[in-house]
């Protein structure tokens, strides 16, 4: 009887997700993004975001904790470095899971799991969306005040000489 076990155990045993977490958890760290089943990025994100959590303390016993967990010093050297840095100040919520079709041959749900503060492309999205109209307590867009600059207008410069040679000739005529 499974009474009080809720962690999901995906069909395998418990060396095999051991390591299948430890490998999906490296991939994650190193690309920043991967694609999985849904199941399988639910389970890697309770797997994974109490490592990065760990990664804040840059202490040599946290080093070879999360070693422990994850046995690849690439992905420790990345953890510790570049992610660590930039989820510093954040309290808790590392990743982001992005449901998408489901897999044509088996029809898994699939999702893609992701660092939230390593996808520029929407966190570019975002910076435009928030500068780009505000809007009002009643709903209603309001349009960004456009600044008061007063535009000169130059007139194309006209050449006088191509029509002084055209009135000689109609002048002949």
Known sequence: MRHGKTFNHLGRTAPHRKAMLA???SSLIIHKRITTTAAKAKALRKYVEPLITK?????TH???????YLKNKESIT???GPISGKVGDRPGGYTRILKLMNRKGDNAEMAIIE?????????NDKSAK???AKKTR???TKAPAAPKVEAVVEAPAVEE???AAEAPAAAEE
Do not use: H, I
Request: hydrophobic letters at 40%; aromatic letters at 12%.
């Open 78 to 80: 990345e953890l510790f």
């Open 115 to 123: 660092f939230v503060d390593f996808n520029e492309s929407l966190l």
């Open 130 to 132: 928030t500068s780009a």
């Open 55 to 59: 990664a804040k303390d840059d202490s």
């Open 23 to 25: 490998n999906m958890a």
């Open 62 to 68: 946290s080093r070879r904790t999360v070693f422990s």
């Open 138 to 140: 009643r709903g209603k």
């Open 161 to 163: 000489a191509p029509a």
